[in-house]
């Protein structure tokens, strides 16, 4: 397909990020101590009913800081701004492969078990860990406590959202004896080996070494475990495949919806209808997520994802972080048969 870009999504996005950009506050003004923040109260009070000692909680909350530099990341994140090929070349580098594989090796037990136990490969799962966190390396220098405090009572769209990751945090921090102000993450809040926001960790988190404990911070068995539970909650379909090559019109059909990240309801018949085909045969009511990806020449391509590209963006809801996740799933997946051969 050789198609030049349009220069209207990014005009798009540019206005939605301006539209949604927080009001800047003085930190200093702010305090998140329950003592003197009637909704962090309400926050403490809710979940001393749940049964966490209202002491700890209030404890906790005074020593939250708000920071204006987490709603401003928030604002403009890498998903938002970025096209294919410079997101791609984030992650796709020779290094982030090779350590992949190192990764794999390190881990080939655990990543051989969770495959076994929850149908994810070995590669997905490490490019998961690759393409988050660096397998490990960065996993973030934000305080958790700090960034969701913050954008639980002040992110201009998404408070009550992040107020419920708050308080999940909370609770985890406590059953688990954990410090709240000694753990990092992302500026969203996300946390550990996988980046689990809170709610993740408490939904989908599995102990996969057997120790009684669910670590996602410092234990990379139970993040393998954990992210195969994930992909598998929600719906991965063992020995699937992610997406396909295909070729299309030069112009993008109109009655196909392309690069969405919701429950594909497109057929893989319906697209060939509209000239969108892959080499791979696919049963005509396959469905499929239509792609187009944009290059650094200006030319785009066409892809076809199926069930299983749609699960991935459950857990980035972007379609170019699904993208990268297979891409990068694939290159360690191929160096590891080049060394094995």
Known sequence: MNRARSQV???VIAMLVACSAPAVVAEE????DPQHNPQTQQLADELAE??????WLEQALAQASYRQEVLDAMAGAAERRLRWFEYRDIFLTEQRIDEGGVFMKAHADALARAESEYGVPPE??????GVETYYGRHKGRHKVLDSLATLAFHHPVR????????AAFLTIAYQQEVAPESLYGSYAGAMGYPQFIPTSYQAYAVDFDGDAK?????NPVDAIGSVAN?????????????YHEAEGPEELPEALSFNQTVRPSTTAAEAAEQGVVTETSLTPDTPVVPLVLEYADGQESYRLGEYNFYVITRYNHSHLYAMAVAELAEAIKQQAEAEHD
């Open 50 to 55: 749940q049964g966490v000692p209202n002491a």
């Open 29 to 32: 003004t702010v305090s998140f």
């Open 124 to 129: 997905v799962i490490t490019a998961i860990m």
């Open 230 to 242: 994930y992909f598998a909650e929600h719906g991965w379909q063992r020995g699937g495949a992610i």
């Open 9 to 11: 999504g990014g005009y």
């Open 159 to 166: 408070g009550d959202f992040f107020r419920g990751e708050l």
């Open 214 to 218: 669910r670590d996602l911070w410092n």
